[in-house]
């Protein structure tokens, strides 16, 4: 991916995948590669900000348990995500994003000075803070409340407003390297890791239109440039310093929101797929076609299907199971066995599919299944693809990439444009991916 940057000239990479696949441990190592070390393994220089579930992390509760009056959300104040609050004043910035997405209100509750004061002791637990920072340590959020928007009560927020409450503040934090502020001076790469998790699609698109609308500021950014000619005006001594961007989730409609909103940038797109028997991994441009997730997997279903060379494991039920609910949602029908069987076999297939469905098939011992109920497997995806025609990619023939550590192919290697692709008649039967999430 850097040498998408670097080489290909991509303003933004785009990259789908499901959970599990590896998108944190991508994340990290993109940011590692960015990393110089001194020979105490102290990091001297970075170029990546980065947010994915370690940000996160970074924010966890106090529940008041004991006295159930002051829940709070407290901060890892060692991190240098949260450098900025030292000499910015994101509170502003924050409230704007967070009061789009939630009517909560929040307060930023940093040291006090007696508190500065014990850390100054050797014997203090949060001593190691004062090493660090000094007195500095005084500007540096210890925890947020949280308040009702009609309350003086302190709140827990649910599970989506926190991570919204992270995302704002990650936002709020990307808008001050857009404005190159010092204390992010060194950003040159931001690389953001499925930002949508436990939102609903209209908060999420929400999300993504927010997101677009700050990364085509991250392409055309600028910085002061060294003064040459003094006829020049203030605004003529700058030069393009665009921030390079990757986007990786396992939401396909946030996926193709952020894709569609980027279109008319010098953007890449890929799909990371690894099948849960294997080890192996394939990569996937999908510049030039849409992209349908399900697509991937219904392909990967006819080969675990197959009589002579697939195998099937009891997990691959719940797989074809979440397909056929999707799509009897998107079609509006009343059960997922609308979908499948003539009168005659309907009923048959409903209980195999219930059956292993239901079923403990482990993802880590998979279950190997064959005899007749991988006959009567094979009988339910052909009766499915027959009724709604998928025009499906041999997704697993492409060429595959190692799995530990995660390595991606180099631009020369990637897989060309246009493997996933679909009929004009499937298009109806295709669609709902964008529509109903990943």
């Not at 980065?50 to 890892?76: C, G, I």
């Not at 910035?93 to 009517?103: G, L, N």
């Not at 931001?190 to 209209?202: G, H, K, R, T």
């Not at 394939?282 to 349908?292: H, I, M, S, V, Y």
Request: aromatic letters at 12%; glycine letters at 4%.
């Amino acid at each position: 991916m850097r040498d998408d940057f670097r080489s290909g000239d991509r303003d933004f990479v785009m990259l789908f995948a499901h959970n599990g696949t590896g998108k944190t441990r991508l994340s990290t190592e993109f940011k590692n590669k960015g990393k110089i070390l001194d020979s105490e393994r102290r990091v001297i220089e970075r170029d990546t900000l980065y947010f994915n579930a370690f940000t996160e992390d970074l924010f966890y509760w106090d529940n008041d348990l004991e006295n159930d009056l002051e829940p709070r959300l407290l901060v890892n104040s060692n991190s240098s995500f949260i450098d900025g609050f030292n000499d910015l004043d994101l509170e502003e910035s924050i409230e704007e994003y967070f009061q789009k997405y939630s009517s909560a209100r929040f307060e930023v509750i940093r040291y006090t000075a007696e508190e500065v004061a014990e850390m100054t002791k050797p014997s203090s637990p949060l001593h190691y803070l004062y090493r660090r920072f000094g007195a500095e340590v005084e500007s540096r959020p210890k925890y947020i409340q949280f308040k009702a928007k009609d309350g003086d009560r302190c709140i827990k927020i649910s599970r989506g407003e926190e991570r919204i409450f992270v995302w704002s503040v990650f936002l709020a934090i990307f808008k001050q390297v857009l404005s190159n502020e010092r204390s992010f001076i060194w950003v040159k790469y931001v690389y953001i890791d499925d930002p949508v998790s436990s939102l609903d699609d209209n908060n999420i698109i929400s999300v993504a239109c927010d997101l677009a609308h700050l990364l085509r500021k991250a392409k055309d950014r600028t910085k002061s440039a060294p003064i040459s000619d003094s006829s020049l005006t203030q605004e003529e001594h700058r030069e393009k310093s665009p921030i390079r961007v990757i986007v990786s989730s396992h939401h396909a409609l946030f996926f193709n929101v952020i894709v569609n909103e980027l279109k008319s940038s010098k953007c890449i797109s890929y799909f990371l797929h690894r099948l849960v028997s294997s080890s192996e991994y394939t990569l996937r441009a999908t510049d030039d076609t849409p992209f349908f997730h399900h697509v991937a997997l219904l392909s990967e279903l006819i080969n675990a299907a197959a009589a002579d060379s697939g195998v099937l494991y009891g997990y691959h039920f719940n797989m074809l199971r979440s397909i056929l609910e999707k799509t009897a949602i998107f079609f509006g029908k009343k059960d997922f066995t609308d979908c499948i069987g003539s009168s005659v076999d309907k009923d048959l297939f409903a209980r195999a599919l219930n059956l292993h469905s239901h079923g403990r098939h482990s993802l880590f011992e998979p279950m190997v299944i064959e005899g007749n109920d991988k006959e009567l497997f094979q009988r339910i995806i052909e009766d499915f693809t027959t009724k709604f025609q998928f025009n499906l990619p041999n997704v697993l023939a492409t060429a595959q990439v190692s799995a530990a550590p995660l390595q991606v192919a180099s631009p020369s290697h990637h897989l060309q444009p246009g493997g996933l692709q679909i009929s004009q008649e499937s298009a109806d039967a295709a669609a709902f991916s964008i529509t109903g999430g990943g």
